[in-house]
């Protein structure tokens, strides 16, 4: 079975933390892209975040530099860390497998979607 499962997701203040994992199984999750996305009440899902098969990394602009991405090999999963949180930043976040080595903000290019974990910013 290839499947991805999200974790860490929660209820935070604004300015808060949280840190989001994703962990793959029936497959090494080294060897494709995977991808961060979120999608609030009545929006479209949007990319988040993603890492390649080497390690290369981007963001969307409106998490540039609060949001990071990185990988642990040895336990087979991303990691989203989320800082300085808004309440914009209030949606279901889910990853997911690239359908290649590369990855991009597109979900169209993405299968074997997790379920999602719901994060809630709010005061």
């Known amino acids: 079975q290839l499947q991805l499962v999200e974790s860490g ?3 935070v203040q604004p300015g808060g933390s949280l840190r989001l994992s994703c962990t793959s199984s029936g497959f090494i999750l080294d060897n494709y892209g995977i991808g961060w996305f979120r999608q609030a009440p009545g929006k479209e899902r949007e990319g988040v ?3 390649t ?3 290369s990394t981007n963001y ?3 998490v540039n530099g609060r949001f990071s991405i990185e990988r642990d090999s040895a336990k087979n999963t991303v990691f989203l ?6 309440p914009e930043d209030t949606a279901i976040y889910s990853c997911a497998k690239s359908l290649n080595v590369w990855g991009t ?3 169209r290019d ?3 979607w997790g379920q999602g974990t719901q994060v ?3 005061s």
């Open 53 to 55: 098969r080497r390690g």
């Open 60 to 62: 969307a602009d409106s």
């Open 9 to 11: 997701g929660g209820l």
């Open 120 to 122: 809630t910013v709010s």
């Open 81 to 86: 860390q989320m800082n300085s949180l808004k």
């Open 105 to 107: 903000l597109s979900p």
């Open 110 to 112: 993405y299968h074997y």
């Open 49 to 51: 975040s993603y890492i």
